[in-house]
């Protein structure tokens, strides 16, 4: 089964500045990287990752965020989205809404660690609420309590 999901930028920047292996965004970073999950992009998303990834506070190696664009433009999936009407509290979240909506026919999900900025839907889900359906779907092993 493929799993197509919509990465938040957030969770890409929680991933970077973690301090821990078994975070549940790390472990969604892995999944990315490692080819489990495709992941569903359009350029605004890449120019958004783009400039947060670039920011000088977080201070992240050129060679990790290289890794990453790379990735998603070679096994990602490019979509062009048709605009939902719904209006986001967060008008640059919108186009991560639009392209997880336009492959929800496909089951994609969007994963956020800021489910307050989007509508409450069972399809946009946090990290750990992602890695559990990766590990009931015998993706990933399920982890230790």
Known sequence: MRFYVVVDTNVLVSALLSKHDDSATVKILRALLGGLITPLYHPEILAEYDEVLHRKKFSFGEDDIQVIFDTIRQYGLAVEPTPTGEILPDA????????TMEKRDEDARLVTGNLKHY?????????????????????????NP
């Open 92 to 99: 640059d979240d919108q186009i991560f809404y639009e392209v």
């Open 119 to 143: 509508p409450p839907r069972p399809f946009i889900v946090t990290p750990a609420e992602m890695l559990a359906i990766l590990e009931e779907n015998g993706i990933l092993p399920a982890s």
